[in-house]
């Protein structure tokens, strides 16, 4: 099943917010690589809230919802306010592809069933 994806940015103050509304299928993956601040010589700040649903049960669900920081290509998560992937419908997780690219990627799950969702990266 293919899914859909409805995208926009803020920018205020220097910051940038990325959301993203998704329909997908939970054994279907999903890549964002968005560009933020280049942060080879310094550190950057980043916040990421994800989530994906078919069921109100909590084994079909993928959720993240954390801080990091980075430098270049190096990531450190600082908190996992809430964390929760599932066989069913895959999990989420943040990475950083080059100095100026953050990626959210959501694996594929088991599971074949749609669920709605949303992606949000607030950064620099």
Known sequence: MAGH????????????????????????????????AEDANQGNFHKVEAGLSHHN????????????????????????????????????SFSKTNATTVRIHKSAGTYSGPGYGFVRLTSV
Do not use: Q
């Open 57 to 92: 049960s909590g084994s079909y669900l993928a959720v993240m919802d954390g801080l990091w920081v980075s430098r270049g290509t190096g990531v450190t998560n600082l908190a996992n306010l809430y964390y929760n992937g599932t066989g069913n419908m895959g999990s989420f």
């Open 5 to 36: 994806i409805y995208a926009d940015a803020t920018r205020i103050n220097g910051c940038v917010t990325y959301f993203f509304g998704v329909y997908v299928a939970g054994n279907a993956t999903l890549t964002y690589d968005l560009a933020v």
